[in-house]
């Protein structure tokens, strides 16, 4: 707490503080909210330089696309918001101490977060944000951004490094995620489809948020989506890894970590509502060929989750945060369960996907 304190001091801020609490559940990183006098709050997080290890880049990223999002809402009258940066008392964006990097800051005030969706509106507000975000970020060059961490929602990436994960895991853990490991293989053809239409430049570059799942909004009290939060992954990408992330996270049934797979369904109300809010901000930006694409980017982020979570219970759980020893393989069942359920419903999928946007190409 009194280091946590210290290091929050090293940043410009006019306030004593007064508390320091454990704040959200990320994977990675670890984040605190930091209450000051005179109800000032702020978000103090501890970057994983395990996996950010270029985190001048990765602030740059940040800096430039929340300065330009700050710039378009306030040009457009926009109700939503951004959290800006708070400078260190020696003029930088993050300052290193106790072992790790930290970076501070502004808190939106009157914001929840939400774990699971609950109505159709704060779906459809989900859907409306992160449109919104392709569209408001659509005026930055994509060369302006880097790509921090290489190859990150690449499907023969990730085949690779489960590959290798499969030739040196534990028998025991290999027998436990069996039934998984023929489900990838058995899926591989159509998966890495996206990935080579990437390849071939299908689809325009954009940026992309990378992270676009549920908890990285920001709701006020009705429901209203207010901002888009966590841009660690901010990079160029395509829109279908945006959109994928948010179908897996928005429109399951359940917690990316429940055990209940029967229950792990897609839920289609919540897909169209999703669809509603998303297509309102992106008709005058997407291409037909991306629109096309959306149902397979779906089936592609959730298939890219699974077998993420997958290589790590494979990797004995070296990156991900676990709560309990099964944690990453209970993880990569639901995700693979999620799909299932896609390709179930993948005919109605595409149909809510097209009528949408009042397309009648469906591929
Ligand atoms: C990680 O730490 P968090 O929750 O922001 C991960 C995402 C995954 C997500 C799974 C840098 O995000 O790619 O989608 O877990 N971030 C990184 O929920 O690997
Ligand atoms: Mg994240």
């Not at 503080?17 to 959200?24: G, K, P, R, S, W």
């Not at 930091?34 to 330089?49: A, H």
């Not at 489960?162 to 293989?185: C, G, H, N, P, Y």
């Not at 896609?342 to 109605?348: L, S, V, W």
């Amino acid at each position: 707490m009194e280091t946590l304190k210290d290091i929050c001091r090293q940043f410009q801020i006019e306030q004593p503080v007064l508390n320091v609490y454990v704040l959200a559940s990320g994977h990675i990183n670890d984040t605190y909210l930091v209450s000051c006098s005179n109800d000032v709050n702020y978000v103090l997080q501890k970057i994983n330089n395990q996996v950010f290890t270029n985190l001048n880049n990765i602030i740059i990223n940040k800096v430039i696309v929340s300065a330009h999002l700050k710039n378009t809402y306030k040009k457009t009258d926009s109700k939503y918001q951004v959290a800006g940066f708070i400078k260190s008392k020696n003029d930088a964006f993050f300052i290193e101490a106790y072992n790790g990097c930290w970076t501070l800051m502004e808190y939106i005030p009157n914001s929840k977060t939400i774990d699971r969706a609950e109505n159709e509106k704060q779906v459809f507000e989900a859907g409306k944000l992160f449109g919104n975000f392709i569209a408001s970020t659509s005026t930055i060059k994509t060369n302006q951004i880097i790509e921090t961490l290489q190859k990150f929602h690449s499907v023969p990436f990730r085949f690779y490094q489960f590959e290798e994960a499969l030739k040196q895991a534990q028998a025991s853990r290999k027998t436990e995620a069996q039934a998984l490991i023929d489900f990838v293989f058995e899926l591989q053809l159509d998966m890495f489809k996206l990935s080579e239409l990437k390849e071939k430049n299908t689809f325009p570059l954009r940026i992309t948020h990378n992270d676009a799942k549920l908890s990285n909004i920001l709701f006020d009290k009705d429901d209203n989506g207010l901002a888009v939060i966590d841009l660690d992954t901010v990079m160029p990408g395509i829109v279908h890894f945006d959109f994928g992330d948010s179908i897996r996270s928005i429109c399951s049934n359940t917690v990316e970590d429940s055990e209940d797979l029967e229950q792990t369904t897609i839920n289609l109300k919540f897909y169209q509502a999703y669809c509603k809010g998303f297509a309102l901000e992106t008709t005058n930006i997407l291409t037909s060929e991306e629109i096309n694409y959306l149902p397979l980017g779906i089936k592609t982020l959730m298939y890219i989750m699974g077998l993420r979570f997958l290589t790590d219970y494979l990797n004995n759980d070296v990156y991900y945060k676990i709560a309990h020893e099964k944690h990453n393989l209970v993880r990569a069942k639901n995700q693979m369960a999620l799909l299932k359920s896609a390709i179930q419903y993948y005919d109605e999928i595409k149909r809510i996907t097209y009528s949408s946007y009042r397309l009648e190409n469906i591929s």
